[in-house]
């Protein structure tokens, strides 16, 4: 199946700063999907994004599909930004709606 | 509506108890998933079910065993479980999975999960 892999595995900000994550995929992806997970538990999607480039607020998300990778970025980081980041993929080549996650991203925002 | 639920939040049960998760969505999608996320580790996909029919499962023991009785409901019948099952168990559901629906994928939406503890 497709590895998915995730960097920084954590990554500790001043709040107001910006930063940027990364994935990394081994093969052709029908699906990416970008989540932020709360200390409670809840997955929040944040983007869904195959290819090309989103924005939202203070986050954007670009996926180049042909160099397998996707970036996170966060702009103007808040504390509420704290938890952990979770890339999601389906290979090409997987079975539909098989999403494979990466290790994630533990991001602590401090005030 | 995005919104899936879950019930319980919490259950607590010992090894011999038979329990059932269970997860609604009225977003009239037709695919529905169970994930079971350790702590601090990803989700990893348990079961898919596609048109109300077991499309994926990856290879999970039998103590656990999925139902989707009809296109909004999914349960997770759980018996003679084993304290490493302790886990969130999160459910998720997206337009549709599967050659019934066609060659394209759909974006995943979670509910908030139960948090299962075996004693």
């Known amino acids: 199946g497709i590895q998915v892999e995730q960097s920084p595995p954590d990554l500790i900000l001043q709040e107001g700063a910006n930063s940027t994550l990364r994935c990394n995929f081994s093969?052709?992806?029908?699906?990416l999907q970008w989540f932020h997970q709360n200390p409670w538990g809840q997955l929040i999607n944040l983007f869904y994004?195959?290819?090309g480039t989103k924005q939202n607020g203070r986050l954007s998300a670009t996926t180049v599909a042909t160099e397998r990778y996707s970036l996170l970025y966060i702009s103007s980081s808040q504390t509420t930004d704290s938890g952990v980041y979770f890339c999601?993929?389906?290979?090409?080549?997987?079975?539909?709606?098989?999403?494979?996650f990466g290790a994630g991203t533990q991001v602590v925002v401090t005030p | 509506d995005t919104e899936v639920t879950q019930t319980p939040k919490h259950l607590v049960m010992g090894m011999t108890n038979k329990k059932s998760l269970k997860c609604e969505q009225h977003?009239?999608?037709?695919?529905m998933y169970w994930y079971k996320q350790k702590a601090k580790k990803p989700p990893e996909l348990m079961f898919v079910?596609?048109?109300?029919?077991?499309?994926i499962n990856e290879s999970v023991p039998s103590r656990f065993s999925p139902e989707c009785p009809n296109s909004s409901l999914l349960n997770l019948h759980l018996h003679a479980l084993q304290p490493e099952d302790s886990a969130l168990y999160l459910c998720?559901?997206?337009?549709?999975?599967?050659?019934?629906?066609?060659?394209?994928?759909?974006?995943?939406?979670f509910g908030p999960g139960t948090r299962l503890t075996v004693t």
């Open positions: 998720a559901s997206s337009r549709r999975a599967g050659l019934a629906g066609g060659n394209h994928s759909y974006e995943q939406y």
């Open positions: 093969d052709s992806v029908n699906n």
């Open positions: 994004i195959p290819s």
């Open positions: 999601a993929v389906e290979g090409a080549t997987d079975s539909w709606g098989k999403l494979q």
């Open positions: 977003m009239g999608h037709r695919a």
């Open positions: 079910y596609s048109y109300e029919k077991l499309s």
